[in-house]
C-alpha cells in the first residue's frame, strides 16, 4: 500500500492558526457507518453519545518541550524535548546549522547539555540541572511546525486539554481540545492516559506504508477502567486513545509503551466510534483514521470538509467516525 493513497490537496488558508473563541465553539463532520455526511455543531456531541457509550480521554499533559539553546561556539540550536529519562537525563531532537556531536555541550541559559549518545533521530543529553525544572524556567509550548506563530500566553491555556493531568506529552492529544468542562460533566468519561512523543510531527519517508517504524510512547490504562470498556461500546477521544486501547486489547498489557501503526486492514479489537480532528496529508494519523473508517469514505470526507471550509490540524475542527 503506498503512502501517495492517502495525500490530498489542501489549501493552506484552511490550516487553523488559532482555536476557535471559545472551546466546543468548532464544527463537527459526522460519517457514520453507511458513508453517510453530517454538517454539525461540536456543541451536538453530547446528543450523539449514546446510553451504551463510554468516552476515553487521554488525560496527558503537554510540558514546555521546546527549549531555545547555543553551543559553545555560539551557534543557535533548536531543542525539542521527546521524553525525561530520569531526573537530569532525556531524549531530545536537536536542530542546528551543524549537529551537534556526541561528547559536545550545548547551553540553555545556565543549564548545560550534555550529549552522551544517539537513539536513530533522537540525542541522550544530561542537564546539569532539573529537567522538569529547566523545561518550567525556559520551555516553550511545542506548537506544530505548521502553525507559524511563537506561543503566545492563548496557546499556554488552548493547546492543553482541560482534563489534563499528568505530564509528558510534548504534542496535545487534539481531539480533545473541544471540551470543556460543560460538556464533560454530560458524558460518563473514562480516563487513560498516553504521551504523545515528538514522533507524531515525523513524516512518513518511505514509499510503502508496511515499511514504516512508528515511534514509541508511553502508555497507562486503569485495569478498573479498562474492565468497564469491555461492556461499553468505546467511542475515542483521539487517536492517541485509540492506539493505547487497542495495544491493550492486542497484548493484554495495560502499561507500557506502544508502537501500535493503525492501517488501512488493521483489525480493531475495542473501539468502535472515533472522535479526531482533520489529519496532514500522507500522515499516520490519517492513515489511522482511514483504517477506520474506510479509506474511500473518509478520503471523500476530507474533500467535503475542503469543500465547505472546515478548519483543519491542531486548531482546527473536529470529525466524528463510526466503524
Known amino acids: 500500500m503506498l503512502v501517495s493513497e492517502f495525500d490530498y490537496a489542501l489549501p493552506p488558508e484552511l490550516i487553523a492558526q488559532h482555536p476557535a473563541p471559545q472551546r466546543g465553539a ?16 461540536f456543541a451536538d456531541f453530547a446528543d450523539l453519545v449514546g446510553p451504551g457509550d463510554a468516552v476515553v480521554v487521554n488525560d496527558t499533559r503537554v510540558i514546555k518541550a521546546r527549549l531555545a539553546g547555543r553551543k559553545a561556539s555560539g551557534g543557535a540550536v533548536e531543542i525539542f524535548l521527546e521524553r525525561a529519562t530520569g531526573p537530569r537525563a532525556a531524549l531530545v531532537l536537536m536542530r542546528a546549522s551543524h549537529p551537534p556531536r556526541v561528547g559536545s555541550e550545548v547551553f540553555v541559559e545556565d543549564v548545560s547539555l550534555k550529549i552522551v549518545g544517539r537513539r536513530d533521530d533522537l540525542y541522550q543529553v544530561e542537564f ?42 510534548v504534542a496535545a492529544p487534539t481531539a480533545g481540545l473541544h471540551f470543556d468542562d460543560a460538556l464533560l460533566n454530560r458524558l460518563a468519561v473514562e480516563r487513560i492516559t498516553l504521551h504523545v512523543g515528538a514522533g507524531t510531527f515525523q513524516p512518513v519517508r518511505v514509499a510503502e506504508i508496511e515499511k514504516h517504524r512508528m515511534h514509541k510512547e508511553r502508555y497507562a490504562i486503569p485495569p478498573d477502567a479498562f474492565q468497564r470498556l469491555l461492556k461499553k461500546r468505546v467511542l475515542a477521544v483521539g487517536t492517541t486513545t485509540l492506539r493505547a486501547l487497542e495495544t491493550a486489547a492486542a497484548t493484554g498489557k495495560l502499561e507500557g509503551e506502544t508502537d501500535l501503526f493503525v492501517y488501512p486492514g488493521f483489525e480493531f479489537r475495542m473501539v468502535k466510534r472515533l472522535l479526531t480532528n482533520f489529519h496532514l496529508p500522507k500522515s499516520t494519523l490519517l492513515m489511522l483514521a482511514c483504517a477506520f473508517g474506510g479509506t474511500q469514505n473518509v478520503m471523500r470526507a476530507y474533500a467535503h470538509a475542503i469543500e465547505q471550509r472546515y478548519r483543519f490540524f491542531s486548531y482546527g475542527d473536529a470529525m466524528l467516525i463510526e466503524r
Do not use: F, M, N, W
Open 26 to 41: 468548532s464544527r463537527l463532520l459526522h460519517l457514520d457507518a453507511a458513508g453517510r455526511l453530517r454538517d454539525l455543531r
Open 128 to 169: 546539569s540541572k532539573d529537567v522538569d525544572a529547566t523545561l518550567e524556567r525556559h520551555g516553550a509550548v511545542p506548537l506544530p511546525p505548521y502553525i507559524a506563530h511563537a506561543p503566545r500566553a492563548e496557546d499556554a491555556e488552548r493547546y492543553q486539554t482541560v482534563y489534563a493531568a499528568r505530564p509528558g506529552a
